[in-house]
T-cell receptor
Framework: RKEVEQDPGPFNVPEGATVAFNCTYS??????FFWYRQDCRKEPKLLMS???SGNEDGRFTAQLNRASQYISLLIRDSKLSDSATYLC??????????????FGTGTLLAVQP | EPEVTQTPSHQVTQMGQEVILRCVPI?????FYWYRQILGQKVEFLVS????????KSEIFDDQFSVERPDGSNFTLKIRSTKLEDSAMYFC?????????????FGQGTRLTVV
């Protein structure tokens, strides 16, 4: 089983649509969870951290289900500028034995006018 | 806004040659990392570095790879004898601390092409 698994897409959606990305991770001891955004041939940039209680940042909502080892990202009212690859990222273990980031393969989103 | 800077942006080298990729992490950060991304594939961890020593490395980071912090600002990745399969985008990152949900900031990357 892959450490972090995502649907590679692409997701082609019209402007204004709501789109949801899902991710599963294999290490139940993982401690921190993130969504990063990567534009074509650019570096990954942090979109948001993901907390067990769920968190929202404007049009973006992230959820974490530790029991199912499942992370989600919801984008509402999508814009053309949201077109990018969305990376599910997991970090660390309980006890802090590691701080490396483990990336999923990413889900490509293309928002159409 | 502080940022991680990497040089060069693109490096072309012949197979078997040594390359050094350079990074300047954010000045008050203490933890430094190298990641790589082969074209069309996921970002992969190579190595983390703290207090002038490697704190963790992946299976990819074999004897051909080394890292160094030669002065107070630069952080370098050296590949001693490059192979075709080393062609990838190499990202340097730094973070302020080693705790949950600490953001790692990435540089813009160096695209290494081995011919």
């Amino acid at each position: 089983r892959k450490e972090v698994e995502q649907d590679p897409g692409p997701f082609n959606v019209p402007e204004g649509a709501t789109v949801a990305f899902n991710c599963t991770y294999s290490n139940s001891a993982s401690q921190s969870f993130f969504w990063y955004r990567q534009d074509c041939r650019k570096e990954p940039k942090l979109l948001m951290s993901v907390y067990s209680s769920g968190n929202e940042d404007g049009r973006f909502t992230a959820q974490l289900n530790r029991a199912s080892q499942y992370i989600s990202l919801l984008i509402r009212d999508s814009k053309l500028s949201d077109s990018a690859t969305y990376l599910c990222v997991v970090n660390g273990e309980l006890g802090g034995a590691t701080n490396k980031l483990i990336f999923g393969t990413g889900t490509l989103l293309a928002v159409q006018p | 806004e502080p940022e991680v800077t990497q040089t060069p942006s693109h490096q072309v080298t012949q197979m078997g040659q040594e390359v050094i990729l350079r990074c300047v992490p954010i000045s008050n950060h203490l933890y430094f990392y190298w990641y790589r991304q082969i074209l069309g594939q996921k970002v992969e961890f190579l190595v983390s570095f703290y207090n002038n020593e490697i704190s963790e490395k992946s299976e990819i980071f074999d004897d051909q790879f080394s890292v160094e912090r030669p002065d107070g600002s630069n952080f370098t990745l050296k590949i001693r004898s490059t192979k075709l399969e080393d062609s990838a985008m190499y990202f340097c990152a730094s973070s302020e601390a080693w705790r949950a949900n600490t953001e790692a900031f990435f540089g813009q990357g160096t695209r290494l092409t081995v011919v």
